[in-house]
């Protein structure tokens, strides 16, 4: 592509490099093609100021920019706050030499990526090259920018026509469109005809991912496999596999898969994201985590953060506190409290205030001051809480549940919206996460409710060891139901099993008394507790 002698000179260019020397480098390399408009940025946040003032045709950005956002978080804000106009260049500088080949639409990845060390000439060879391929792709990336994945598709057909050169980058996009707009068995046809002529490994990529979506997980698994061996596509295949382990409901399997992924490539969210969901499904909390951790600080300077990217840390924190012992908890509080005050100074205080006070009452439950974490719950806004996501409601439920109150539990969980199942390993590992916790908390309630009316029975009968045995199996279900409380308060003072020690009798009785109190009583149950409150508290 020949381009005026001049070109340059009118052409505005940012460069965004850590590093003084190198940024001044690549101004003298850009100077001597003419380039005469050149802005510099030493991290993300300041070139996000420069691109809300300034329209640029050439984005050069490092993507390692020290602390705070990575070129291609950059790159991302600026495409989805519309800081850069549809014809801008952006071309990511890195010192990595092996490039994954990455299952995505040209258009939501940079225009080229330049390893150091390069020259003026590599460096002008690649502009006029990323100002081709814009010329040709130009109207397929307006439609993609819009999603309108049929007119990119007519504009694929069109791109096509009398340029050769990019045939290959063209059937590319055009496979990825034809995925998108669900029509696997065209998709599929596209890439088997183009591996009969080439052995194109995005090619393979998009033909295991076309017989992912035609339902066909054995021959997608076992193109996968082989794509597994080759280190540009090992990356995009592992997270193709856990979604089938997925859909085969092999959990275990899928969870191993992610692992090894998440470990080539850490900062991807929603991997992260299902590698947690399914560490928490088999009680793994270290690397659940380790998962919500990473999410947490990869976010931390992103357009991706989110308050609840803090709080499920935290939560995770809690549930693992609530499976260790005094000292582990202290620490998992101190932790909490640490991620709480980082979170404080970045977010709306409102949502803040209202996800802080579930995370008080989490920790006030494992404290046993249960009515401190009653009364913090009862101030809860829910209506702000469902506002920050699916995760706040979940937490928010999970609160009352622990408090033993499932009919508020049944309430919140009523209100979430569900996740979509879009094939992604995400969504399937969120809606499996939640559909397993509701079926657990189900069952233990049903065991629960059983278990009372049985003791109830018992207790009737005049059998009153065995009422309080059925009452003390109930109570290890759901230990701060204060119905159950006071059932199993008032059996223990009728009769004690005698296998039973009377320390147990003692601890029993105390926290019987300690989630009575913690509830505001009707009239009957004030009642009942009224008279047995000294012998409960003589116990």
Same mark, same amino acid.
């Given at each position: 592509?020949?381009?005026?002698?001049?070109?340059?000179?009118?052409?505005?260019?940012?460069?965004?490099?850590?590093?003084?020397?190198?940024?001044?480098?690549?101004?003298?390399?850009?100077?001597?093609?003419?380039?005469?408009?050149?802005?510099?940025?030493?991290?993300?946040?300041?070139?996000?100021?420069?691109?809300?003032?300034?329209?640029?045709?050439?984005?050069?950005?490092?993507?390692?920019?020290?602390?705070?956002?990575?070129?291609?978080?950059?790159?991302?804000?600026?495409?989805?706050?519309?800081?850069?106009?549809?014809?801008?260049?952006?071309?990511?500088?890195?010192?990595?030499?092996?490039?994954?080949?990455?299952?995505?639409?040209?258009?939501?990845?940079?225009?080229?990526?330049?390893?150091?060390?390069?020259?003026?000439?590599?460096?002008?060879?690649?502009?006029?090259?990323?100002?081709?391929?814009?010329?040709?792709?130009?109207?397929?990336?307006?439609?993609?920018?819009?999603?309108?994945?049929?007119?990119?598709?007519?504009?694929?057909?069109?791109?096509?026509?009398?340029?050769?050169?990019?045939?290959?980058?063209?059937?590319?996009?055009?496979?990825?469109?034809?995925?998108?707009?669900?029509?696997?068995?065209?998709?599929?046809?596209?890439?088997?005809?183009?591996?009969?002529?080439?052995?194109?490994?995005?090619?393979?990529?998009?033909?295991?991912?076309?017989?992912?979506?035609?339902?066909?997980?054995?021959?997608?698994?076992?193109?996968?496999?082989?794509?597994?061996?080759?280190?540009?596509?090992?990356?995009?295949?592992?997270?193709?596999?856990?979604?089938?382990?997925?859909?085969?409901?092999?959990?275990?399997?899928?969870?191993?898969?992610?692992?090894?992924?998440?470990?080539?490539?850490?900062?991807?969210?929603?991997?992260?994201?299902?590698?947690?969901?399914?560490?928490?499904?088999?009680?793994?909390?270290?690397?659940?985590?380790?998962?919500?951790?990473?999410?947490?600080?990869?976010?931390?300077?992103?357009?991706?953060?989110?308050?609840?990217?803090?709080?499920?840390?935290?939560?995770?924190?809690?549930?693992?506190?609530?499976?260790?012992?005094?000292?582990?908890?202290?620490?998992?509080?101190?932790?909490?409290?640490?991620?709480?005050?980082?979170?404080?100074?970045?977010?709306?205080? +409102? !949502?803040?205030?209202? *996800?802080? #006070?579930?995370? /008080?009452?989490?920790?006030?439950?494992? &404290?046993?001051?249960?009515?401190? =974490?009653?009364?913090?719950?009862?101030?809860?806004?829910?209506?702000?809480?469902?506002?920050?996501?699916? +995760? !706040?409601?979940?937490? *928010?439920? #999970?609160?009352? /549940?622990?408090?033993?109150?499932?009919? &508020?539990?049944?309430?919140?969980? =009523?209100?979430?919206?569900?996740?979509?199942?879009?094939?992604?390993?995400?969504?399937?590992?969120?809606?499996?996460?939640?559909?397993?916790?509701? #079926?657990?908390?189900?069952?233990?309630?049903?065991?629960?409710?059983?278990?009372?009316?049985?003791?109830?029975?018992?207790?009737?009968?005049?059998?009153?060891?065995?009422?309080?045995?059925?009452?003390?199996?109930?109570?290890?279900?759901?230990?701060?139901?204060?119905?159950?409380?006071?059932?199993?308060?008032?059996?223990?003072?009728?009769?004690?099993?005698?296998?039973?020690?009377?320390?147990?009798?003692?601890?029993?009785?105390?926290?019987?008394?300690?989630?009575?109190?913690?509830?505001?009583?009707?009239?009957?149950?004030?009642?009942?507790?009224?008279?047995?409150?000294?012998?409960?508290?003589?116990?």
């Amino acid at each position: 592509m020949a381009l005026p002698s001049n070109f340059f000179s009118s052409q505005s260019v940012l460069v965004v490099d850590d590093i003084d020397t190198i940024r001044s480098a690549v101004k003298g390399m850009l100077q001597m093609l003419g380039c005469k408009s050149i802005a510099i940025a030493s991290n993300g946040e300041r070139a996000l100021e420069l691109c809300q003032v300034t329209e640029f045709d050439f984005i050069l950005c490092d993507f390692n920019l020290g602390k705070g956002k990575d070129g291609y978080q950059l790159f991302e804000e600026l495409k989805l706050r519309d800081l850069m106009k549809p014809s801008t260049v952006f071309i990511l500088i890195s010192a990595e030499t092996a490039l994954q080949v990455v299952h995505g639409l040209v258009e939501l990845q940079p225009d080229d990526y330049l390893l150091k060390p390069f020259s003026y000439k590599i460096l002008e060879a690649r502009l006029v090259r990323a100002l081709e391929k814009r010329k040709v792709l130009g109207r397929v990336y307006d439609c993609l920018a819009i999603k309108n994945y049929k007119k990119a598709l007519y504009e694929c057909g069109k791109a096509s026509q009398g340029n050769p050169k990019y045939s290959s980058l063209i059937m590319r996009l055009k496979g990825e469109v034809l995925l998108n707009l669900k029509q696997p068995q065209s998709a599929f046809d596209l890439y088997d005809s183009v591996l009969e002529f080439r052995d194109f490994s995005w090619a393979k990529l998009g033909k295991a991912i076309s017989y992912y979506h035609l339902q066909d997980y054995s021959k997608s698994a076992k193109i996968l496999n082989e794509l597994c061996e080759l280190p540009e596509t090992r990356i995009e295949a592992l997270n193709w596999l856990s979604s089938i382990y997925a859909k085969r409901e092999c959990y275990s399997q899928a969870k191993e898969v992610l692992v090894e992924s998440v470990k080539l490539s850490p900062k991807n969210i929603p991997r992260q994201r299902a590698l947690a969901n399914l560490s928490l499904l088999e009680g793994d909390w270290e690397i659940a985590q380790r998962c919500f951790k990473t999410v947490l600080d990869n976010t931390r300077f992103s357009v991706h953060e989110h308050i609840s990217h803090h709080f499920n840390y935290i939560h995770c924190l809690l549930d693992k506190a609530n499976c260790s012992n005094e000292l582990q908890q202290a620490k998992a509080f101190s932790q909490s409290q640490a991620v709480l005050k980082s979170a404080s100074q970045r977010f709306d205080k +409102d !949502s803040f205030h209202e *996800l802080e #006070k579930i995370v /008080f009452s989490r920790i006030m439950i494992m &404290k046993k001051s249960l009515k401190s =974490a009653a009364e913090s719950l009862h101030d809860c806004n829910t209506e702000v809480v469902l506002h920050c996501g699916r +995760d !706040s409601g979940i937490a *928010l439920a #999970k609160a009352w /549940f622990e408090l033993g109150d499932y009919e &508020k539990y049944d309430e919140i969980i =009523a209100l979430l919206e569900m996740p979509e199942d879009d094939n992604s390993i995400e969504a399937m590992s969120d809606l499996l996460l939640l559909k397993t916790v509701q #079926k657990d908390n189900k069952d233990k309630v049903s065991k629960l409710l059983a278990l009372n009316d049985q003791g109830i029975k018992l207790f009737k009968s005049g059998l009153y060891p065995a009422s309080s045995s059925v009452f003390m199996e109930a109570h290890d279900i759901m230990p701060n139901n204060v119905q159950l409380a006071l059932n199993l308060g008032q059996s223990l003072l009728k009769g004690w099993p005698a296998n039973e020690p009377f320390t147990r009798k003692k601890r029993l009785a105390k926290h019987c008394i300690i989630v009575i109190e913690a509830n505001q009583l009707d009239e009957l149950a004030t009642k009942r507790y009224r008279a047995i409150e000294q012998a409960l508290k003589a116990v």
